[in-house]
């Protein structure tokens, strides 16, 4: 069993930059990482100073090779799927069949959007059915865009993309439910509800062309903003014991730390605000700390 004073649990952007941190701080770390993050589905990654407009994959990539100049950093392809604590260390079991230990684990595992089941939303996923303003939404800046989405979600989003296009639309797949406040705000931004259920999202190679409704209606659009559910991509930090918030996310504090001592979190796994950026930022913190945590114990 090979021993590491700290082990990340997944490789995209939160993860690498703490290696980051902590190779520039000496430390024996093991990234863990099986190559299938969130962002895949996207071609092109936006508001991130210096790479704007590149591939997610290339700039992880670029990331990765620098991570590994530092010589104590160490990269492993695979799933991590079982972590176990022990009175002071950590054992981590990966599904090629090596096993490891660590001080300190870092989970930057990301998370799985549960895609809806309706044809034609899986190929447009993260091309032109979006789920973000301001990753997305520059890029179709006044064209015909719609929302889908219900109640307080579909309302924050209305705002931010009222800002870029005045063609808007808001499809709730269903009854709508918003309040009369809600409404009101709709009818004044002369943004139109539409109810009917759909079918398919008309596309040719992810570019959507119509949205076709149960009633054989169809809506021209270039994209649609889709706020979808999504679960944990790893059960590792629920199997320890990790508290979460009422959204799913793990719970941590400003230090990224978890409600267990000695596991961190990085990245979307741990909040909202999904972007490269704000998995970067997060994972410098955390393999920041990480190192501030071990050199307090050392010395």
Known sequence: MKNYEVIIIGGSFAGLSAAMALGRSLRKTLIIDGGEPCNRFTPEAHNFITHDGKKPSEISAMAKEQVLAYSSIKFEKGFAHKVEKKKDFFTVEVDNGENYTAKKIILATGVKD?????????????????????????????????????????????????????????????????????????????????????????????????VIFTNQEELTLKALYARIPFIQSSSIAEDLGCAFTEMGHIQVNFMQETSIDGVYAAGDNTIMLRSIANAVNAGNVAGAIVNMKLVEEEF
């Open 114 to 210: 549960q895609l809806l089941d309706i044809n034609g939303f899986k190929e447009c996923w993260g091309k032109t059915i979006i789920h973000c303003p301001y990753c997305h939404g520059y890029e179709f800046k006044n064209e015909k865009t719609a929302i889908l989405a219900n109640t307080d979600d579909a309302y924050h989003l209305a705002g931010l993309v009222k800002n870029l296009t005045n063609e808007l639309k808001i499809l709730t797949n269903g009854h709508q439910n918003f309040t009369e406040d809600q409404l009101k705000k709709f009818e004044k931004n002369n943004i139109e509800i539409i109810q009917e259920p759909i079918i398919k999202f008309s596309q040719t190679e992810g570019n959507l062309e119509k």
